[in-house]
């Protein structure tokens, strides 16, 4: 994956669950769109509580999620570990 500009943080190894890669295929999706977007801070489609939390998370350098429709309105999460040594691309179902 290319370098990320604006990245707010590092994102680690990234990896994602069969779930999570074959619903990118069926939408004709590629993850590095949303792995840009959670990367940044765009959070995607959170709760006011989970925004704030991702807020306090990017700050004290805890857990940050994001959650993602993509075009067939399927929806994916992205979770970056507490210690940034991991990003995880998954379905809902799967955590």
Do not use: C
Request: charged letters at 25%; aromatic letters at 8%.
């Amino acid at each position: 994956m290319k370098t990320i500009h604006n990245a707010k943080f590092s994102l680690g190894r990234v990896v994602a669950t069969p779930g999570a890669l074959e619903a990118l295929a069926d939408a004709e999706e590629e993850a590095a769109n949303y792995l840009q977007r959670h990367a940044i801070g765009d959070w995607g489609d959170l709760s006011v509580e989970d925004l704030e939390e991702n807020t306090l998370s990017l700050e004290q350098g805890y857990r940050l999620l994001s959650a993602y429709h993509l075009k067939d309105l399927t929806k994916i999460w992205i979770i970056t570990e507490a210690d940034r040594s991991a990003t995880t691309i998954l379905l809902p179902s799967e955590y």
